[in-house]
């Protein structure tokens, strides 16, 4: 193990792996639950609902004049429109980066973060490092993460603290003008979507531990 | 409540770590305490959040995510009285003890159609109301300098801030804690807009902007402005 996973737990992993065993086993005798549903729920998330998704919207916008802007005026129904909707993407408001402005998502209070479109959020977006220094130190931290932003461009950043969800629609790079939709999707980085990263041409992210 | 969670601004808490290649789940239990938390047909009283926002500090800054998930979901089945810590620690001591006790299995393949499709249902939080909001974009507002007990979204960063309006969500519910018993109308909710340079001083970082939302009742009028 290693990153921002490693936060000190109060109990250990054994500890929480006999918790949620003990809990499974009484929801499941109580009949509130059913083993097929935990592990369908498990498996949708691991599998079904991730960043490429949002990758799909973002090539679409990128390639969809008429599509890009139903997605600045209705995120919720443009995403939708590619079959992505539910949980913690209610009301999710798309956010374009710009020449002149850059936007960046965090949630100070808890982890928000719009599962429909990029999934469950990775470990350094639930860390009290990011949680606690983004608003107040943007530029230092996206340079952290390998974005050096020159000073003419205004950088935005997001509290995600009510029930809207924001997702960033990245710049397209200059030299994809010839790539297809669907050779665009695999540029589209879940950080780019965030705001931690922008898009490369050659889909090389800017950020070294990029999953 | 002015708690640990409120993390906005704090020093003290390092780099950001990433980790290459990071998987959804680190470990099973994660998954399974996940998907409990979120499909459990048993509401949790006072909601999720109260209850990681009440975990005691220490404790709060030392448990992982899906820790925190664990203890908001078994304090939210405790406190509606469907089951209790006794049982729950009696079922633990039971597989410490006898690790090959099989947990009981159950399917019901009509049920894992239903909460998927549940999962990808569409809920609006915007509500329809007889009422107007009480800012336009463009307005010039301070934040109120409350400081509630329970439950809010209004972080401290921002109190007795000055920014500006510049976007309109609609009306929504009230996820602030009430009185018990009171029940609170929806609110009309803006995206406010912060200088860096309002809310670090000297410390700001150049040419940067914060973005908040706002429910109305966080807001005070400061100046009106067209913009």
Same mark, same amino acid.
């Given at each position: 193990? %290693?990153?921002?996973?490693?936060?000190?737990?109060?109990?250990?992993?054994?500890?929480?792996?006999?918790?949620?065993?003990?809990?499974?086993?009484?929801?499941?005798?109580?009949?509130?639950?059913?083993?097929?549903?935990?592990?369908?729920?498990?498996?949708?998330? !691991?599998?079904?609902? +991730?960043?490429? %998704?949002?990758?799909?919207?973002?090539?679409?916008?990128?390639?969809?004049?008429?599509?890009?802007?139903?997605?600045?005026?209705?995120?919720?129904?443009?995403?939708?429109?590619?079959?992505?909707? +539910?949980?913690?993407?209610?009301?999710?408001?798309?956010?374009?980066?710009?020449?002149?402005?850059? %936007?960046?998502?965090?949630?100070?209070?808890?982890?928000?973060?719009?599962?429909?479109?990029?999934?469950?959020?990775?470990?350094?977006?639930?860390?009290?490092?990011?949680?606690?220094?983004?608003?107040?130190?943007?530029?230092?931290?996206?340079?952290?993460?390998?974005?050096?932003?020159?000073? %003419?461009? !205004?950088?935005?950043?997001?509290?995600?603290?009510?029930?809207?969800?924001?997702?960033?629609?990245?710049?397209?790079?200059?030299?994809?003008?010839?790539?297809?939709?669907?050779?665009?999707?695999?540029?589209?980085?879940?950080?780019?979507?965030?705001?931690?990263?922008?898009?490369?041409?050659?889909?090389?992210?800017?950020?070294?531990?990029?999953? | 409540?002015?708690?640990?969670?409120?993390?906005?601004?704090?020093?003290?808490?390092? *780099?950001? =770590?990433? =980790?290459?290649?990071?998987?959804?789940?680190?470990?099973?239990?994660?998954?399974?305490?996940? #998907?409990?938390?979120?499909?459990?047909?048993?509401?949790?009283?006072?909601?999720?959040?109260?209850?990681?926002?009440?975990?005691?500090?220490?404790? @709060?800054?030392?448990?992982?995510?899906?820790?925190?998930?664990?203890?908001?979901?078994?304090?939210?089945?405790?406190?509606?009285?469907?089951?209790?810590?006794?049982?729950?620690?009696?079922?633990? #001591?039971?597989?410490?003890?006898?690790?090959?006790? *099989?947990?009981?299995?159950?399917?019901?393949?009509?049920?894992?159609?239903?909460?998927?499709?549940?999962?990808?249902?569409?809920?609006?939080?915007?509500?329809?109301?007889?009422?107007?909001?009480?800012?336009?974009?463009?307005?010039?507002?301070?934040?109120?300098?409350?400081?509630?007990?329970?439950?809010?979204?209004?972080?401290?960063?921002?109190?007795?801030?000055?920014?500006?309006?510049?976007?309109? @969500?609609?009306?929504?519910?009230?996820?602030?804690?009430?009185?018990?018993?009171?029940?609170?109308?929806?609110?009309?909710? @803006?995206?406010?807009?912060?200088?860096?340079?309002?809310?670090?001083?000297?410390?700001?970082?150049?040419?940067?902007?914060?973005?908040?939302?706002?429910?109305?009742?966080?807001? =005070?009028?400061?100046?009106?402005?067209?913009?």
């Amino acid at each position: 193990m %290693n990153g921002a996973h490693h936060h000190a737990h109060a109990g250990s992993d054994a500890d929480m792996a006999l918790r949620t065993q003990a809990l499974e086993s009484l929801l499941v005798e109580k009949g509130l639950i059913t083993t097929d549903v935990i592990d369908a729920v498990v498996r949708t998330y !691991e599998q079904d609902i +991730g960043p490429l %998704n949002g990758a799909k919207v973002v090539a679409r916008a990128w390639v969809d004049p008429a599509y890009k802007q139903r997605l600045m005026a209705d995120g919720t129904a443009a995403v939708a429109e590619l079959g992505f909707s +539910g949980a913690q993407g209610a009301d999710i408001v798309v956010l374009e980066n710009t020449p002149s402005v850059h %936007n960046v998502v965090v949630c100070t209070l808890c982890s928000c973060y719009p599962w429909p479109v990029l999934g469950l959020p990775p470990a350094w977006y639930k860390s009290y490092a990011y949680r606690s220094r983004l608003v107040r130190e943007p530029r230092t931290v996206l340079r952290e993460f390998g974005l050096d932003l020159p000073e %003419n461009i !205004e950088v935005r950043v997001w509290d995600s603290n009510s029930d809207i969800r924001y997702m960033v629609l990245p710049e397209r790079p200059a030299g994809t003008e010839h790539l297809r939709e669907d050779e665009l999707v695999p540029l589209v980085t879940r950080d780019a979507m965030i705001g931690t990263a922008i898009v490369r041409a050659g889909g090389v992210s800017s950020a070294p531990a990029e999953s | 409540m002015n708690g640990i969670h409120d993390m906005g601004g704090m020093h003290g808490f390092g *780099p950001v =770590e990433r =980790e290459a290649n990071e998987p959804v789940f680190h470990h099973e239990w994660e998954g399974r305490a996940f #998907a409990m938390r979120v499909v459990t047909p048993v509401p949790i009283p006072g909601g999720a959040r109260n209850n990681i926002e009440t975990m005691e500090p220490l404790r @709060y800054l030392r448990s992982s995510y899906y820790e925190k998930w664990l203890h908001a979901r078994v304090k939210g089945l405790i406190d509606s009285g469907v089951l209790t810590a006794a049982e729950l620690q009696a079922r633990e #001591a039971l597989y410490r003890g006898r690790p090959d006790t *099989p947990v009981p299995h159950c399917e019901d393949p009509e049920r894992v159609q239903a909460v998927l499709a549940n999962l990808r249902k569409h809920r609006s939080p915007r509500r329809e109301v007889d009422a107007q909001p009480r800012f336009a974009i463009g307005d010039v507002v301070r934040v109120r300098n409350l400081h509630p007990h329970g439950h809010t979204r209004l972080p401290r960063y921002v109190r007795g801030k000055r920014g500006v309006v510049t976007r309109f @969500y609609g009306f929504q519910d009230v996820q602030d804690a009430q009185p018990s018993g009171a029940a609170a109308e929806p609110q009309a909710v @803006y995206a406010v807009r912060f200088a860096a340079l309002e809310l670090w001083g000297d410390a700001a970082e150049a040419n940067s902007t914060v973005c908040i939302d706002m429910w109305e009742s966080y807001l =005070e009028p400061l100046e009106e402005q067209s913009q």
